[in-house]
């Protein structure tokens, strides 16, 4: 499988504005136009036939390169408070309410170590565990990079069963919520589940982790040890996204 990956697909990080501009036409295309998340023609979207919004400007976008076309087929983002004087997830404004209160107390969470997963897109040919693991290889390089120990995800059921059988499991703080249709909230940490999958599926882990040269299951990136006495709180464990 980790031949296979490289062999197909690259990840690619879009810094530059020609590479933000692919993510939003992907996102344009997968959103406005598949999904019709924006329904009013008179959208910029619309106008522009770029997805974007205003979280994207403290937010890190990562591209899927599929090697033999040479085309972009897959986005994502990773909003990331520490690029904004660390304010409030989307996911926080609007969902905190429901998060499960002895599982989780998002105002003590590290803000410089904590991301939400966001605008998680792939083309409609291109839907199977590759193209996923790719998106979420390069949410482990983006992790990995700036030191991001936490990444909010808010899921539909059906995509968290698709990373169940991955065996990448995010740990549920929320019931469903009405957040860009029913979702349920979850948090993970990239140095937790890359122990898990080499464990459970070391297939997936050589992906997932670019054969250990990220999360190499030692040092870098491991969550530091909180004073939280609850032991289903994932600090002190150490442990389709719109």
Not at 62 to 81: E, N
Not at 161 to 168: A, H, V, W
Request: a negative charge.
């Amino acid at each position: 499988m980790f031949a296979n990956f490289n062999e197909n697909f690259a990840v690619v990080l879009a810094n530059t504005t020609e590479l933000k501009q692919e993510s939003f036409k992907l996102r344009y295309q997968i959103f406005c136009l598949e999904k019709e998340c924006c329904v009013d023609p008179a959208e910029k979207q619309y106008l522009t036939e770029c997805e974007t919004d205003e979280h994207d400007d403290y937010s890190i976008h990562c591209l899927l390169l599929y090697k033999p076309t040479q085309k972009f087929i897959g986005t994502v983002r990773l909003i990331y408070p520490k690029m904004s004087s660390n304010k409030l997830l989307p996911i926080e404004i609007i969902a905190s309410s429901q998060f499960y209160q002895n599982i989780i107390d998002y105002k003590n969470l590290p803000r410089e170590h904590l991301a939400e997963i966001s605008r998680l897109a792939v083309l409609p040919n291109f839907r199977p565990k590759f193209a996923v693991l790719g998106l979420l290889r390069a949410i482990a390089q983006v992790c990995y990079k700036y030191d991001i120990y936490y990444t909010y995800a808010a899921m539909e059921p059906h995509l968290q069963r698709i990373l169940e059988r991955l065996g990448i499991n995010f740990h549920a703080i929320s019931p469903l919520v009405s957040y860009h249709g029913m979702r349920q909230c979850f948090i993970g940490a990239l140095h937790e589940i890359a122990q898990q999958t080499y464990l459970t599926h070391p297939e997936i882990w050589e992906v997932l982790t670019d054969n250990g040269e990220l999360y190499p299951l030692s040092k870098k990136n491991q969550p530091q040890q909180t004073t939280n006495n609850n032991p289903d709180d994932p600090n002190e464990q150490g442990y389709n996204y719109y």
